[in-house]
């Protein structure tokens, strides 16, 4: 096992071989404050240059085994993927219910969502391969109203990507604090965002002027990415598997012009 120290954390590596060779992956443990937290790690050994860096906020289920897929994903890549905990170490909604009440914490309060994300920014930010000048955020659902809340908050992201994520905001004036570039990938036909909450979100951007893009999938809702969601659109809440693909390879698209990665 090892530590290293950060601003606000202490991280404790745990490593783990992957089935690929030269991926490995690591739980790291890390705080805010005295709030315990754990997050996960993934990035390619073989590779010893500094290299960009990805921030993966979850959904509103927590840290789960998806978060984690799309790290390793983004590690085979070259990427140094980090999938960072909101909710606390132990904290694993177990319903639908129970992760309402916490998403509820950090919507309500997006000063302390911030926070979350800003303790696993100084926490990945320690490991020594990490380019430090190529840090970016991304998020599902929940996480995805979290990556735009950490823009906003000015934190140095040269890429923001929000996947089927919440767009509004409680400070729309904080998007003149965002530094790089966005990237909205969402449902066409998502009741969760209504139209209302689209166009005040395209407003709040082009009135900072950002350089953003917005990408609707046609017949898409809310958690298009996730399997798990089921299939019935009626629910507001279903995978499409067109939708995930496509957002996925934009995504790519996003990252070789922002942060490609040098190997």
Same mark, same amino acid.
């Given at each position: 096992m090892?530590m =290293?120290?950060?601003?606000?954390?202490?991280?404790?590596?745990?490593?783990?071989?992957?089935?690929?060779?030269?991926?490995k992956?690591?739980?790291?443990?890390?705080k805010?404050?005295?709030?315990?937290?754990?997050?996960f790690?993934?990035?390619?050994?073989?590779?010893?240059?500094?290299?960009?860096?990805?921030?993966?906020?979850?959904?509103?289920?927590?840290l789960?085994?998806?978060?984690?897929?799309?790290?390793q994903?983004l590690a085979?890549?070259?990427?140094v993927a980090?999938?960072?905990?909101?909710?606390? *170490?132990?904290?694993?909604?177990?319903?639908?219910?129970?992760?309402? *009440?916490?998403?509820?914490?950090?919507?309500?309060?997006?000063?302390l969502f911030?926070?979350?994300? *800003?303790?696993?920014?100084?926490?990945?930010?320690t490991?020594?391969?990490?380019? @430090?000048k190529?840090?970016?955020?991304?998020?599902?659902?929940f996480?995805?109203?979290?990556a735009?809340?950490?823009?906003?908050?000015?934190?140095?992201f040269?890429?923001?990507?929000?996947?089927?994520?919440?767009l509004?905001?409680?400070?729309? @004036?904080?998007?003149?604090?965002?530094?790089?570039k966005?990237?909205?990938?969402?449902?066409?036909?998502?009741?969760?965002?209504p139209?209302?909450?689209?166009?005040a979100? @395209?407003?709040?951007?082009?009135?900072a002027?950002?350089?953003?893009?917005?990408?609707?999938?046609?017949?898409?809702?809310?958690? =298009?990415t996730q399997?798990?969601?089921?299939?019935?659109?009626?629910?507001?809440?279903?995978?499409?598997? *067109?939708?995930?693909?496509?957002?996925?390879?934009?995504y790519?698209?996003?990252?070789?012009?922002?942060?490609?990665?040098?190997?």
């Amino acid at each position: 096992m090892k530590m =290293f120290a950060g601003l606000l954390s202490i991280l404790t590596l745990q490593w783990t071989m992957s089935a690929s060779a030269g991926l490995k992956t690591e739980n790291i443990e890390y705080k805010d404050g005295k709030t315990a937290l754990e997050g996960f790690i993934a990035y390619d050994d073989s590779l010893k240059n500094p290299r960009p860096t990805i921030l993966i906020v979850h959904q509103w289920m927590g840290l789960t085994d998806y978060e984690k897929m799309r790290a390793q994903q983004l590690a085979e890549k070259g990427y140094v993927a980090f999938a960072v905990d909101i909710y606390g *170490k132990g904290v694993r909604p177990t319903s639908t219910a129970d992760a309402g *009440k916490q998403a509820g914490i950090y919507k309500n309060d997006p000063k302390l969502f911030r926070q979350r994300i *800003k303790a696993a920014l100084d926490a990945v930010k320690t490991d020594q391969r990490v380019d @430090q000048k190529k840090l970016l955020v991304m998020g599902y659902c929940f996480g995805g109203m979290g990556a735009l809340e950490a823009a906003r908050a000015g934190f140095p992201f040269v890429g923001v990507t929000s996947f089927h994520g919440t767009l509004k905001t409680k400070t729309p @004036q904080d998007a003149k604090n965002i530094k790089g570039k966005v990237l909205v990938l969402h449902g066409a036909i998502d009741p969760n965002v209504p139209m209302s909450e689209v166009e005040a979100f @395209q407003k709040e951007m082009n009135d900072a002027k950002v350089d953003y893009q917005f990408i609707a999938y046609s017949g898409a809702v809310h958690a =298009f990415t996730q399997k798990e969601a089921g299939n019935d659109i009626s629910k507001g809440v279903a995978y499409n598997e *067109k939708a995930d693909r496509r957002s996925w390879q934009a995504y790519m698209d996003f990252l070789g012009e922002v942060a490609p990665v040098s190997k």
